[in-house]
């Protein structure tokens, strides 16, 4: 039977060189499913500062930008949400993992990283007909090393470990595209993470978390399941304008085409922005007190530990640490969390069942005139807290659908 593809693949595609222009690049930003139109919103912001940054249509899982080498500086400094700033290199149609090779053999690797430098190739598909997607990673690494050799005499290392450089290949159902990866580990690595808690949320996610929530910088955050820290150390970050990417390496540092000068002239910037945060608005609380701990360490490593405080509590038990009738105009109280649920651990001996209304009680009794954003990955969770959320958004952490629960807490907002 005929491929339904063969129209596609009767000719290959020429691949798409890479740019030479200094402002013509597309690059496309990875995030979580569901935080897109949020990425959108800082990409636009950041390009109210650059003239030669656009934020593309997003695509579900990212959002394409166009923009300069040195507008991807600024995103892998300054963005919270995506996971990588990846550089379109080229792309093609396919039949087969040999049209890949071409395509990858046939790009200007020259340009932007030596035979010297260590690579690792990373591959994600979408529909793709290949039987293997690793093979075709494999075919991209060897039309890169057959280019190099036959330019120097020589084929670059590869190191899945600690690479150099970092090339990543996108499979979708009738074309390929190859990427190279200006950020090198994930943008949700921030630098400052030294310990985890049983289940971590990634930062990313947790920046997503309360950009969509409608949380502001100025408004006061208590986490009461804190774990490691991860949503009150992204939020006290916001509030003292701290870039997320001022702490870390990144993957363009090793490739040609950039201007270290104003790299390390944007970061010295970024840093003389950085202002302090009164104690009094960041809040974190949990069970363990190991959790309490990491939360507090994690917070010195990430410049904001003065800005929270943290003790060791039962969220069952929690009690507000501001009163929210009595906050200036403007200054909202907010609960924020990613509580436990199927897909994490539970409080010892008490089912998602049972910690779930015991959860709304809380809330309804001792936290009104809170705003309250609960992420859920158990999608009867929900259901079993018995409060009427005004608001569900969907959210994927990693594969994991989830819902983030909006609820304003007012008298009688839990059911009986």
């Not at 890949?100 to 260590?118: M, P, S």
């Amino acid at each position: 039977m005929q491929s339904p593809y063969s129209s596609v693949y009767k000719k290959r595609s020429a691949a798409v060189q890479l740019p030479t222009a200094p402002n013509a690049f597309d690059f496309f930003l990875p995030c979580p499913r569901g935080v897109e139109a949020a990425l959108a919103d800082e990409v636009k912001a950041l390009a109210e500062h650059s003239p030669t940054l656009r934020a593309g249509t997003p695509t579900p899982g990212g959002l394409p930008v166009q923009g300069s080498l040195t507008d991807a500086m600024r995103l892998n400094l300054h963005c919270r949400l995506p996971s990588r700033v990846l550089l379109l290199g080229g792309s093609c149609s396919y039949a087969d993992a040999e049209d890949i090779y071409h395509l990858a053999r046939d790009l200007a690797w020259e340009k932007w990283f030596d035979v010297t430098q260590a690579l690792r190739v990373d591959v994600t598909a979408e529909r793709s007909p290949l039987e293997s997607i690793k093979f075709a990673a494999l075919r991209v690494k060897d039309g890169i090393c057959d280019r190099f050799r036959a330019l120097t005499g020589e084929r670059p290392d590869v190191d899945t470990a600690h690479p150099d450089v970092r090339i990543h290949l996108h499979l979708r159902e009738a074309d390929a595209l190859l990427y190279l990866d200006t950020s090198g580990e994930p943008l949700f690595k921030r630098g400052w993470r030294s310990e985890h808690g049983a289940a971590p949320l990634k930062e990313h996610l947790a920046a997503g978390l309360l950009k969509l929530s409608g949380w502001t910088p100025g408004d006061v955050l208590f986490d009461p399941l804190c774990g490691s820290g991860t949503l009150v150390i992204e939020a006290a970050q916001m509030a003292a304008h701290r870039a997320p990417g001022l702490d870390r390496i990144f993957g363009f540092e090793a490739l040609h085409g950039f201007d270290m000068d104003s790299w390390n002239a944007m970061r010295e910037q970024a840093r003389q922005a950085v202002q302090p945060v009164a104690p009094g608005q960041f809040f974190a609380a949990d069970i363990d007190p190991v959790n309490v701990r990491m939360t507090l360490d994690n917070a010195r490593r990430a410049g904001v530990d003065g800005a929270i405080a943290a003790q060791a509590g039962d969220v069952i038990a929690a009690i507000p640490p501001v009163d929210a009738a009595a906050l200036p105009a403007g200054q909202a109280a907010w609960l924020i969390s990613n509580p436990p649920y199927n897909e994490r651990i539970t409080p010892e001996g008490e089912a998602a069942d049972d910690f779930a209304p015991q959860l709304a009680r809380t809330l309804k009794q001792r936290f009104a005139g809170w705003h309250v954003a609960l992420l859920a990955a158990d999608l009867h969770w929900d259901k079993a807290l018995r409060l009427k959320p005004r608001r569900r958004i969907v959210l994927f952490n990693g594969t994991i659908e989830c819902r983030l629960m909006l609820i304003d807490m007012v008298a009688g907002s839990a059911r009986g």
